[in-house]
């Protein structure tokens, strides 16, 4: 408990949840600061249930993309997938190459408006930092642990499960971690096609000249982003080798 | 003649139509210590490679205690050989004790068997095991990593033990002191052995069978003293090396050969298993003639003069 007190990551989270909940109490606030706008705090939705929405998006999206960012590296860094180990990279870069706005404009016409976009569009820009990552870990692992490995007898899956994926889980959850924080970001403008996110109230305030909607928004995105940053430096402290904590 | 313990004939590798290794035969007796010695790039990594078929090899047989080795399922015949090699492999994130049950636990032993197998292995290999079963391998100095590495390759028992360049990477004095527990545990387990190695002293010192590979072949195998006395070639005679011959020969000869039993002499008493070339520093280093000698229990059987050396 001690170590938790002393984390950034409480503090700012017990702020992150105290301005979610208590943001219409700051009313009176942005009033004085904004006169001519009303109602000074963003009230089409709760920042709640934005924020839920924002979450499960990102959820949804981060957790696919890191899946399948790990299914495809392993497959890249097996004899059998040498062929693709390239193609895999030359893709997920592609993917991060093409501006997210652009993939949800492309995604609406096949999907719609709303969430399903927005999703596929997360995924497909998540996908580039959890590949390259979970690559390089795979490939950093020595290759005289590779070849003890195997040459005691473990099946190549018993390779990949006790040596390769373990030593390389530092490395692949940097990667996801740079995946879901540039997701909560990016989610918000998700918005612009219809899903409910952190960014709807930034979207309706650059819309309708309204500043203090767009700081309201902007201000808890930033928030939720650093705050899941630091949970993911946690984690990762965590997952370091026992003997090195 | 009992049936050599592996048998390869016509065993030939290349790698992108270059010949690695070519038509090699080769027989070890069960309970040899066969030493692969040959300069770099002679094949021998890659002959000790194919026996538990890390490298597949293109053509030729290879039997295995008279079995097929090329037949059973690759995993099943690795778990049956144990494997030593120069960067130890040891998996920096298991402890030394999870390292060392490796081979045991692929072969789903009971835990209790793995444990009480794991903790004889550190006690076999001079480790105690209150100290070391819980570090990890990052904390423990380079000839203890290979200690357990040799203890983990021991693990499930396996009637055969293959040893790439084992010691090339640690420094000469633990490197001597690896070598005489390697020497031990032959003796005191009886296993077959194949170690590679392009180190002559370590070869002549561990060996009871060498083969001299060059180019892919065995040139020569046999005895470390035929090897010294007799070689086949100029390769294996430039190779061995001309030069402090003497010195060589003293090397491969052991102490029991020449003592003479119920003899008295002072001093510290010398083990029957040594070679001549201890016998003579000791006695260089004590400014004696004469040593006593005991067998490895401390019983004094006889002792040994410097001319017995020369006879």
């Known amino acids: 408990m001690r170590i938790a007190l002393k984390t950034p990551a409480l503090w700012l989270g017990l702020l992150f949840v105290t301005l979610l909940t208590g943001m219409p109490g700051l009313s009176p606030v942005f009033g004085w600061a904004f006169p001519r706008v009303r109602p000074a705090v963003f009230d089409r939705a709760g920042f709640v249930e934005l924020f839920l929405s924002h979450l499960g998006l990102v959820a949804a999206a981060s957790t696919a993309a890191a899946l399948a960012g790990v299914a495809a590296a392993v497959f890249a860094t097996r004899p059998a997938g040498r062929d693709f180990r390239t193609i895999a990279a030359l893709l997920a870069a592609a993917g991060q190459t093409f501006p997210p706005a652009a993939v949800l404009a492309l995604a609406v016409p096949a999907l719609g408006f709303g969430a399903r976009p927005t999703v596929v569009a997360l995924f497909v820009y998540g996908l580039l930092p959890v590949v390259e990552n979970a690559i390089a870990g795979i490939e950093g692992v020595p290759e005289g642990l590779r070849e003890a490995a195997q040459g005691m007898g473990m099946t190549p899956w018993q390779v990949l499960r006790r040596v390769e994926l373990p030593l390389a889980a530092p490395v692949i959850l940097a990667g996801v971690r740079v995946s879901v924080t540039v997701a909560i970001g990016t989610a918000t403008i998700g918005s612009t096609v219809g899903a409910l996110t952190l960014g709807t109230p930034i979207f309706d305030g650059l819309a309708g000249n309204k500043l203090p909607y767009v700081l309201q928004g902007a201000v808890l995105v930033a928030l939720f982003a650093v705050v899941t940053d630091l949970l993911f430096a946690v984690l990762a402290r965590r997952l370091q080798p026992a003997d090195r904590r | 003649m009992s049936e050599p313990m592996i048998e390869l004939r016509g065993v030939s590798k290349s790698y992108n139509g270059r010949a690695v290794v070519g038509d090699l035969t080769l027989a070890v007796p069960r309970g ?37 080795a090329l037949r059973p399922p690759v995993e099943a015949l690795r ?9 130890t492999g040891l998996f920096p994130h298991w402890r030394v004790d ?178 001549l070339a201890e016998a003579l520093a000791a006695m260089v280093a004590r400014r004696v003639g004469r040593l006593a000698v005991a067998e490895g229990d401390g019983r004094v059987v006889g002792a040994i003069a410097l001319g017995d050396l020369v006879r």
Not at chain 2, 79 to 87: E, K, L, M, N
């Open chain 2, 79 to 87: 778990r049956r050989i144990g494997y030593v090699i120069q960067s």
């Open chain 2, 32 to 68: 040899a210590l066969c030493v692969l010695l040959g300069p770099s790039g002679c094949g021998k990594s890659t002959t000790l490679r194919m026996i538990n078929r890390l490298v597949p090899c293109d053509g030729g047989t290879i039997r295995i205690d008279g079995e097929d």
């Open chain 2, 98 to 275: 999870d390292n060392i049950a490796t081979v045991p636990r692929l072969l789903h032993w009971p835990e209790p068997r793995v444990r009480a197998r794991v903790h004889e292995l550190l006690e076999m290999l001079r480790l105690d095991p209150r100290i070391y079963a819980g570090k990890y391998p990052h904390q423990l100095s380079g000839g203890e990593q290979q200690r357990v590495g040799v203890a983990r390759a021991l693990a499930a028992d396996p009637e055969l033990l293959l040893m790439d360049e084992p010691f090339a990477a640690v420094d000469p004095v633990t490197r001597d002191a690896l070598q005489a527990e390697i020497a031990r545990i032959h003796e005191a387990t009886g296993k077959t052995i194949v170690f590679v190695t392009h180190d002559i002293a370590e070869a002549l010192r561990l060996a009871t069978m060498i083969a001299v590979m060059d180019r892919g072949r065995v040139v020569q195998s046999g005895t470390p003293l035929d090897i010294v006395e007799r070689p086949a070639s100029d390769f294996v005679r430039d190779f061995v090396g001309v030069q402090g011959l003497g010195l060589k020969l003293l090397a491969v000869r052991r102490v029991r050969d020449r003592l003479q039993t119920g003899e008295q002499a002072d001093g510290e008493p010398i083990d029957a298993g040594a070679t």
